[in-house]
Structures are given as structure tokens and as C-alpha cells.
């Protein structure tokens, strides 16, 4: 699941880290929340279709579980 090349969709970009546990602990953490995480060099949760359901998540994730979600990144 973390290891394979993105799908297409928006992301929700929520961590980068120096340290892979830091990384995958948060992964596994956001998974466990329901949020379809994945693993880069940074944390990476989706694809979602549109650009609006990501930021409604980006959302989300600053107002409920106080993480630093900044934006949406688009992969095509």
C-alpha cells in the first residue's frame, strides 16, 4: 500500500519527516481514522476525486485532529 507509484486524484499533504517511524506512525495512525493514507517521502492522505472533497478534508483534519493539513496537491 505505502510502496506503490500514487493514483491519479488530490491529495491532502499532512507530514514530512526526517524519521520513516515518525512517518509511518502517522500513516497507520490516519488510517485507523479512516483517512486512506499513504506513504511518500512525505504522508500523503487520498486520492480523492475532486479538489473540493480534499480541501473539505484538509479541513477536517486541521479542526478535528489538529494536524497541519496545508492545501491540496493535484497528481495527474
Do not use: C, I, N, W
Request: net charge positive; charged share 25%; proline share 5%.
Amino acid at each position: 500500500m505505502r510502496s506503490k507509484p500514487l493514483d491519479k486524484g488530490y491529495y491532502v499533504p499532512v507530514g514530512v519527516f526526517g524519521r520513516l517511524d515518525a512517518a509511518e506512525r502517522l500513516a497507520g495512525q490516519l488510517d485507523a481514522l479512516g483517512f486512506p493514507a499513504r506513504l511518500q517521502s512525505r504522508v500523503l492522505v487520498g486520492p480523492y476525486a475532486t479538489r473540493q472533497e480534499a480541501q473539505q478534508v484538509a479541513e477536517r483534519l486541521k479542526r478535528q485532529h489538529k494536524l497541519g493539513a496545508a492545501g491540496v496537491m493535484q497528481v495527474k
